[in-house]
Structures are given as structure tokens and as C-alpha cells.
């Protein structure tokens, strides 16, 4: 009886992993954290239906001074964003995780860049070892890979990052990572991608680095980056009063990347610090089109 208790229990358990209850395979990706201002997760909305993710901007291998540390990562996201406050927003909504997205476009005015290092093996363990430190201490649940300057030899690139999601993954560290490519940095992640696409969960393609205005248009772009990545794990994007389609003109995108086919399986926003003035309507007309959107993930 016992024993049969305990079956019984692991089905249940096994079924409640395949199918959460509150997820329906939607995903919501927001970067937040990264200009400066004082924002706090409580003032964006989160439809229970939907995994959130917060990408924290950006844990950094650098010192204040953007000086490169062999692969230890501190965290350089805005500071009202503090382990209690990431706690809590989880606690009240099951439904979300957070991660730490790596690198950004620069730290203060030094431009951050992808360096070989001296010893890959050295970088892969420094990185690990921070990384696992600071995804305690925040309550962490993934990483978000997001380099946006390379050297011409890229090649120590899918193999560092690709040995890190790996054993991150592999030690139950994270459950969760994601790579942000923009239009000119597809060859590395395109790398990464094809050699460890098995531990990469969800593309956040900078759509609106790619220059397109028109829903035509970002539906051809969202073609030619499936043809990169596969169909599966792409999302749209949109840069809250930024590049590229703005508007309406983005749901617009979405329906017709349906009609066409896609599955639009989630979206990434870009970024919860330019939303707080703008009452988070992107927000809300993103989880609003997902969650009546017919298709699954
Ligand atoms: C979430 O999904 C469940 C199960 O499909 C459904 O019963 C519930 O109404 C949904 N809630 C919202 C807010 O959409
Ligand atoms: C990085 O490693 C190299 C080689 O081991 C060493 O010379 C250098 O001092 C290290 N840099 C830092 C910032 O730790
Ligand atoms: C971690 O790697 C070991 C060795 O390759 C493997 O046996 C194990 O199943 C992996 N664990 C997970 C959780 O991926
Ligand atoms: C899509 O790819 C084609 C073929 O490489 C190219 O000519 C076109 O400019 C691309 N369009 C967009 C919007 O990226
Ligand atoms: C929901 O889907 C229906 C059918 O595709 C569509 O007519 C309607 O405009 C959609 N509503 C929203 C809020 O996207």
C-alpha cells in the first residue's frame, strides 16, 4: 500500500513536471535592470498563465572598471533589484523565473567585448564558481547569454559559454538559458547554437536590430532567423521606444507570423526600464496576444 502510495505520488509528480498547472508553454522574456533607473519587478503585470522571465542586466566579467577577470562574474544590474525582492516576486508568483544575462553592450563607457581566454578550462571553472554564487544568492533560475562584440577568432566562444550552460545545466545550478544575438553577431551564437543547441532553451533575437518597420518585413526577418536556430525556439521581439517596428504594427508582426505558420511561443521585451513610463502596455498586449493565441508550444 505503501509502496504503491509512493508510485502513485511519482506519477502525479511526473505528470505536474511535463504540465505545470499555471503554464500553458507561453513565455514572456524581459530585460530589466540594465539603465540605471530604480525599477522594481512589483509594477509589471504577469498573467498567471504565462512563464515570466526577468532577465537581470547584466552580470559582468569585469571590475567596476570594465577590466576582464578570467571569467568571475559580479553582478552589475541596478541595485533595487536585490535577492529579498527577486524572493518575493517568485513567491507571489509561481510563475516566474529570473536570470542573469551575460556581458551587454558596455559597463559605464567601456564597450564590453568576447576576449579568447589564456586558459579556457580556468574561465569555464571562474565562471561557473561566480555564476553559481551569484544565481544563490539572487534566487536565480537560468542565464541569458548576450555578447555583443566579438574578435575575428571566435571560436573560443561556443566552446566556453557552450562547457558553461552545459555543466550549469548539468549540476542543476540553472534550468533555464537563453542567447540574444542581434543581426551582426549571428555567426558565434549561429556556432554556439548548432554545437550545444540541446541546453539552449529559447533564441532572444534582437529583431529590432535587424532594421525592419513593417510587419512584411519583420516576417521576412523572423523567416531568415528561423533558418538559423530552427523554428522551435525563436522568439519576437520588440524594443519598448526603440529600433525597428513600433506600435500596434508589432502585433500586427505576430498575427501574421500565425497566418504564416509560426508558433509564436512567447516574447521578448526589451526593456522593463523604458516600460515604467508607459504604464507596461507592451507587457500586457504581449501576454494578452499569447494567451489567446491558439497555438502551443
Ligand atoms: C489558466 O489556465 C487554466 C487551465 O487551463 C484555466 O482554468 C484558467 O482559467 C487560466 N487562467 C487565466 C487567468 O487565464
Ligand atoms: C588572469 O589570468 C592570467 C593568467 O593566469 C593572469 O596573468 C592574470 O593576472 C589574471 N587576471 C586577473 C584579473 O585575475
Ligand atoms: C551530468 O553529467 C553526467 C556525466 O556525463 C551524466 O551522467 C548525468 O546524467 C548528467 N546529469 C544531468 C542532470 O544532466
Ligand atoms: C532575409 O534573407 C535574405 C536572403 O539572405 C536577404 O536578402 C534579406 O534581406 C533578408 N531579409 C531580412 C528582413 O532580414
Ligand atoms: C483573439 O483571437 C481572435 C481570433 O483569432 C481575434 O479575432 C481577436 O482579435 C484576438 N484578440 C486579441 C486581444 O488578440
Not at 540541446?198 to 519583420?218: C, E, L
Not at 509564436?264 to 526600464?273: H, L, P, R, T, Y
Request: glycine share 6%; hydrophobic share 40%; proline share 6%.
Amino acid at each position: 500500500m505503501i509502496k504503491l502510495h509512493f508510485f502513485l505520488l511519482h506519477i502525479v509528480t511526473a505528470f505536474a513536471l511535463i504540465f505545470p498547472p499555471f503554464c500553458n508553454g507561453k513565455v514572456m522574456m524581459e530585460y530589466i535592470g540594465a539603465t540605471g533607473k530604480p525599477v522594481t519587478f512589483d509594477a509589471v503585470p504577469i498573467e498567471p498563465n504565462i512563464t515570466f522571465h526577468f532577465i537581470l542586466s547584466f552580470a559582468i566579467d569585469a571590475d567596476p572598471s570594465g577590466n576582464p577577470q578570467n571569467g568571475t562574474f559580479s553582478p552589475y544590474w541596478v541595485p533595487t533589484l536585490t535577492p529579498d525582492s527577486i524572493a518575493a516576486i517568485k513567491s507571489t508568483h509561481p510563475n516566474v523565473k529570473a536570470l542573469a544575462s551575460l556581458s551587454g553592450w558596455s559597463l559605464q563607457n567601456k564597450v564590453l567585448r568576447w576576449y579568447t581566454p589564456s586558459n579556457p578550462q580556468l574561465w569555464i571553472s571562474n565562471a561557473f564558481a561566480s555564476l553559481k554564487s551569484i544565481i544563490t544568492t539572487y534566487h536565480l533560475d537560468g542565464i541569458d547569454v548576450d555578447y555583443e562584440n566579438f574578435p575575428k577568432h571566435t571560436e573560443s566562444f561556443a566552446y566556453c559559454i557552450g562547457e558553461l550552460i552545459t555543466l550549469l545545466k548539468n549540476q542543476s545550478v540553472v534550468t533555464v538559458a537563453t542567447i540574444a544575438p542581434f543581426y551582426s553577431t549571428s555567426a558565434p551564437y549561429v556556432d554556439l547554437f548548432n554545437q550545444y543547441g540541446n541546453a539552449i532553451d529559447y533564441v532572444n533575437h534582437q529583431f529590432y536590430t535587424d532594421k525592419v518597420k513593417t510587419p512584411q518585413a519583420y516576417l521576412e526577418a523572423f523567416r531568415n532567423r528561423t533558418e538559423m536556430y530552427g523554428k522551435d525556439k525563436v522568439l519576437p521581439s520588440y524594443e519598448v521606444d526603440g529600433r525597428g517596428i513600433q506600435g500596434d504594427a508589432f502585433f500586427v508582426a505576430l498575427d501574421l507570423l500565425e497566418e504564416n505558420g509560426f508558433d509564436v511561443n512567447g516574447v521578448m521585451i526589451f526593456s522593463a526600464d523604458a516600460s515604467a513610463s508607459g504604464g507596461y502596455c507592451y507587457e500586457r498586449k504581449s501576454q494578452a496576444f499569447l494567451l489567446n493565441s491558439t497555438s502551443s508550444a
